[in-house]
């Protein structure tokens, strides 16, 4: 078993930056391909960025690219998403996920065994 645990979150101004960070215990981090999925009211949950387990692989929703970076500290069994210029439509909570399985859809929901509790960010124009 996986325990994920968020931490971050906040209200911003557009354009402010943001660093979350899920800190996870329980097994094996390395071996985890870890995400970030976001769900915004009346939405449907998105992944907004994944990160394999060795990090040879990404993947970066359309909205996202060029403004978030995943990242992942195996030593602190901790995967962080820094977010900048942050934009209203990133209005969302964000939830960590892990994937024990090393060649799943990065970008799947269904491919992921554990879910944090989730962060609310909220960016004000």
């Known amino acids: 078993q996986v325990q994920l645990v968020e931490s971050g979150g906040g209200l911003v101004q557009a354009g402010a930056s943001l660093r979350l960070a899920c800190a996870a215990s329980?097994?094996?981090?390395?071996?985890?391909?870890m995400a970030w999925f976001r769900q915004a009211p009346g939405k449907q949950r998105e992944c907004a960025a994944a990160?394999?387990?060795?990090?040879?692989?990404?993947y970066y929703a359309d909205s996202v690219k060029g403004r978030f970076t995943i990242s992942r500290d195996n030593a602190k069994n901790t995967v962080y998403l820094q977010m900048n210029s942050l934009k209203p439509e990133d209005t969302a909570v964000y939830y960590c996920a892990a994937d024990r399985a090393r060649y799943s859809p990065l970008a799947a929901a269904a491919s992921y065994d554990y879910w944090g509790q989730g962060t609310q960010v909220t960016v004000s124009s």
């Open positions: 990160l394999s387990w060795s990090g040879g692989r990404t």
């Open positions: 329980g097994r094996t981090f390395s071996d985890y391909a």
